[in-house]
């Protein structure tokens, strides 16, 4: 629920080239992708890792 509408980073569990693109979608066995080059149905037993692309905001405190 977290990442729906973020853009991750997914590293498969076979290796190869990373998936980064904006998660559109997903159900219990399945994550929906956009990617630069289009849609990708991912399987999630297939996944090893997935990464928040986007840096988290710093917070600021006001000084004494």
């Known amino acids: 629920p977290k ?5 991750v980073t997914i590293r498969l569990a076979t290796g190869g080239q990373p998936i980064t693109g904006i998660v559109e979608g997903y159900n219990p066995y399945e994550i929906l992708i956009k ?3 289009g849609q990708l149905l991912v399987f999630k037993h297939a996944i090893a890792v ?6 988290p905001q710093p917070i600021f405190t006001m000084k004494d």
């Open 3 to 7: 990442l729906k509408g973020k853009k």
């Open 50 to 55: 997935i990464e928040p692309v986007d840096t």
């Open 35 to 37: 990617t630069v080059k």
